[in-house]
């Protein structure tokens, strides 16, 4: 499933290029009020602006509508228009859309090189995505830190038998989901760094942990 709710897009599609949309419409394949820059080095060079883009599906083409092209060369400067033209841009409609049920699937070498790609198109969705990288190292820390929280609970005898114990548990383990989805939720929202946000919760449990250790009977 995709989803894209953005408006003032910007990306880059390549060295040197860059691409402006207003609101793109994933639905219907338009966006609009698109332009199209391409530099030469820190000098902007060629300048596209254009009404509206459509992504033709039988061609697998973008058809460019109602645009006009300024050339920049130096004192000179030219400018081209049109009704209509079709051409290929390095990026797709999906490409627009964020990728909603599909981050997880993919393998941690794949997700890397997706963040790459987008971070070099500037995407929004970052953060998100780096919250999925970050938690598949942290999760296998925090399996063994809950692990050594239940060891430490089940040599404590309490009064009332093993079954406070075992609450005592589940409640540490659903408070630590919690506290994982509250910060991750933090860091997509920028409010804090995707990699502190996914460790927080590891720290705050690794201290949990030690302190239950050494109150265990030994």
């Known amino acids: 499933m995709y989803n894209n709710n953005d408006r003032n897009i910007h990306r880059q599609t390549a060295p040197g290029e860059f691409i402006y949309m207003?609101?793109?419409?994933?639905?219907?394949?338009?966006?609009?009020?698109?332009?199209?820059?391409?530099?030469d080095g820190k000098e902007l060079k060629e300048k596209l602006m254009s009404d509206y883009i459509v992504w033709d599906s039988v061609k697998t083409k973008w058809t460019i509508n109602n645009y006009y092209i300024r050339y920049f060369n130096g004192d000179v400067d030219s400018v081209v228009s049109g009704r209509r033209m079709d051409t290929t841009l390095a990026i797709l409609p999906k490409d627009f859309n964020q990728r909603l049920n599909q981050i997880e699937t993919l393998t941690s070498p794949e997700l890397h090189d997706y963040i790459d790609e987008q971070?070099?198109?500037?995407?929004?969705?970052?953060?998100?995505?780096?919250?999925?990288?970050?938690?598949?190292?942290?999760?296998?820390?925090?399996c063994f830190i809950l692990t050594i929280i239940g060891v430490t609970l089940s040599c404590k005898k309490v009064r009332g038998g093993i079954g406070i114990n075992l609450g005592v548990g589940l409640a540490l383990s659903f408070s630590y989901i919690l506290f994982m989805q509250v910060f991750t939720e933090f860091a997509k929202g920028s409010s804090l760094p995707p990699l502190l946000a996914v460790w927080i919760p590891n720290i705050i449990y690794s201290i949990i942990g030690v302190v239950l250790y050494f109150k265990a009977p030994k």
Do not use: D
Not at 122 to 142: D, M, Q, T, W
């Open 22 to 39: 207003q609101s793109y419409v994933a639905s219907s394949n338009v966006g609009y009020k698109f332009s199209w820059e391409k530099f």
């Open 119 to 142: 971070k070099m198109r500037g995407s929004s969705n970052i953060e998100a995505l780096l919250v999925e990288s970050y938690k598949r190292i942290a999760f296998p820390f925090a």
